[in-house]
């Protein structure tokens, strides 16, 4: 699946990433889909996991509960989830992978010493692996 | 007749229905009818003994069934339950 993303939205993002840095942020992001999809809003929530967030993220129960309702309440879709690794690539870990749920598209941003370098998309293909998602216009995947 | 939430990553197994109305007395009668009804679903909530997997946590409004009588929780004709997936993740590798 293509990704168009709202540019207050990609800043929404890079800008929780390097706030979070040396933790992990995450956060979901909303749109629609038709043909490709457009992610409009980005929106943050807090890193849940006990424990080492530099390697790790989690997000509550009731925050996704929350996205569901901010979903339906906003006539958006949700869309997927978003985190950042830091210092590390923007390629998913077997973590992701054995966590990851069909449907959502998972953004990942590198943060390289503080400043987010780059991001991909992935979606979890029927086969069980990540398949990469083309972002429109992103001249930052690697 | 509860009302049983799907979330948006299993919609696509449930012809993208956002919620389905159940007749179960109990949270795990009100779900098995949800996989009876959409066998594709089913992987995706419970394991290989029946049981709601580990990765997926079950509300009833706004409770944890954890905090309540987990799967035998008694839902009402006005309950809402909602299915959780985990979301979690991250690079993980040792530094």
Redesign the interface.
């Known amino acids: 699946m293509k990704l168009e993303i709202a540019e207050e939205a990609l800043q929404t993002m890079i800008k929780d990433a390097e706030n979070a840095y040396p933790d ?1 942020c ?1 956060g979901f992001f909303y749109g629609k889909e038709k043909d490709h999809r457009f992610i409009a809003v980005a929106v943050p929530v807090l890193n849940s ?1 006990e424990g080492d967030k ?6 509550s ?2 925050d ?2 929350k996205a ?1 309702r901010y ?1 339906l309440a906003h006539d958006l ?2 869309l997927g ?1 978003y ?1 950042s ?2 210092d ?1 690539p923007a390629r ?5 992978l054995k ?6 598209s ?1 953004i990942i941003l590198s943060v390289q010493q503080g400043k987010a370098a780059h991001w991909t998309s992935w979606q979890l293909a029927e086969h069980g692996a990540f398949e990469e998602e083309t972002i429109q216009g992103n001249n930052n995947k690697y | 007749m509860a009302k049983l ?1 799907i ?6 197994f449930t012809n993208n229905q956002s919620s389905v109305e159940t007749r179960g007395e109990t949270v795990l009668d009100s779900v098995r009818e949800l996989t009876e009804k959409y066998p594709e679903l089913r992987q ?1 909530v419970f394991d290989q003994q029946g049981k709601i997997r580990s ?1 997926v ?1 079950i ?1 009833v409004g ?1 409770n ?1 069934i954890k905090s309540l009588d987990n799967e035998k929780t008694q839902v009402q004709q006005d309950s809402v339950i ?1 299915i ?10 040792k ?1």
């Open positions: 992990e995450c996991k530099r390697r790790r993220f989690e997000i129960p009731e996704y509960l569901e979903a879709q949700l989830v985190h690794h830091p590390h998913p870990s077997e973590h992701d966590q990851a749920v069909p449907y959502f998972y | 939430i979330p948006t990553p299993l919609r696509k995706h990765f946590r509300y706004d944890d909602s959780i997936p985990a979301i979690a993740g991250g690079v993980c590798s530094r």
